[in-house]
C-alpha cells in the first residue's frame, strides 16, 4: 500500500502544481484585454452563429473556471469570469466552449464515442477502487478463486474509467483547435491576443492530460497488486 500512496501523492503533486499554473496563466492573460472589445459570451454566440449552429444558447454560470458544453439541453455555459468579461482568457475559453458545440454540430466521433461512455463511467468510476480492494481482501482470506474475479471486475470498472479519461483528450486538443482556428481566421483577436488564448487552452489541456497519466497509472498499479499476485 506504501507504493499506491507515493504514487497517489505524486499524481496529486503534478496536479496540483498544473491546476495552478493553469490558474496563474488566466489570471494573466485576463489582463490582456481584447481591442475588439467583445465579451466573452459575444465571443460564443458570433462562433456558433458562423458556424450556422441556431439551437444552441450561450448562458451564464457560477463558479470559477466551471464552464462547459452540456450536449443534453444543448448549452455553452460560461462562468461569470468569462460571459462578461474582454479579454485573452474569456475569447479562449469561449471558443473552446463553442468548439465542442461544433463537435456535438458535426458528430465529432471521439465525442460521440465520449457521450457513450458517460453513463457507464459515472457508476463504475467510484465504486472501482472499493470493488478492487474487496476483492484483494476476499483473496487474501479465502485464497485465489472468488475474490480474485471481483478484483478483475474492478480492475475492468477502473480500466473504463481511465478509457473515458483517454477518449477525453482527442476531444479536448480538438475544441481547443477549433476555437484557436476560428480565432484567428475571423480575427476576433490580434496577434498578441491570440498568443495569449492559445497559451492559456494549452495549459487548460495538461489538466486533462495529467489526469489520463494519472489514471492509466492507478490502473496499472492495480493491475500489478491483482495479476502478480496470482498463482
Not at 19 to 36: D, I, R, T
Not at 63 to 83: I, Q, R
Not at 195 to 215: C, M, Q
Amino acid at each position: 500500500m506504501m507504493g499506491y500512496y507515493i504514487l497517489i501523492g505524486a499524481i496529486a503533486l503534478v496536479s496540483w502544481l498544473v491546476s495552478n499554473k493553469l490558474k496563474s496563466k488566466f489570471k494573466y492573460y485576463s489582463k490582456v484585454h481584447l481591442s475588439n472589445g467583445m465579451s466573452g459570451a459575444e465571443i460564443a454566440e458570433k462562433m456558433l452563429a458562423d458556424h450556422g449552429i441556431r439551437d444552441v444558447k450561450v448562458v451564464s454560470t457560477a463558479g470559477m473556471l466551471t464552464d462547459h458544453y452540456n450536449p443534453k439541453n444543448k448549452t455553452v455555459n460560461l462562468s461569470e469570469g468569462v460571459y462578461n468579461q474582454r479579454n485573452a482568457s474569456a475569447a479562449a475559453v469561449a471558443a473552446h466552449e463553442c468548439g465542442h458545440a461544433v463537435q456535438h454540430a458535426q458528430a465529432y466521433q471521439w465525442l460521440t464515442l465520449r457521450s457513450k461512455l458517460v453513463p457507464v463511467v459515472s457508476v463504475t468510476s467510484g465504486m472501482s477502487m472499493w470493488v478492487v480492494f474487496g476483492g484483494l481482501m476476499l483473496g487474501a482470506a479465502a485464497g485465489v478463486g472468488f475474490g480474485y474475479w471481483v478484483a478483475v471486475a474492478g480492475l475492468v470498472m477502473m480500466g473504463m474509467a481511465t478509457l473515458f479519461s483517454f477518449v477525453t483528450l482527442p476531444v479536448e486538443y480538438d475544441a481547443s483547435n477549433r476555437a484557436l482556428a476560428w480565432l484567428k481566421a475571423k480575427h476576433i483577436v490580434t496577434p498578441e491576443e491570440y498568443k495569449g488564448s492559445e497559451d492559456a487552452l494549452k495549459w487548460a489541456a495538461r489538466t486533462y492530460l495529467v489526469a489520463a497519466i494519472g489514471s492509466l497509472a492507478t490502473l496499472v498499479y492495480w493491475g500489478m497488486q491483482v495479476l502478480g499476485g496470482r498463482d
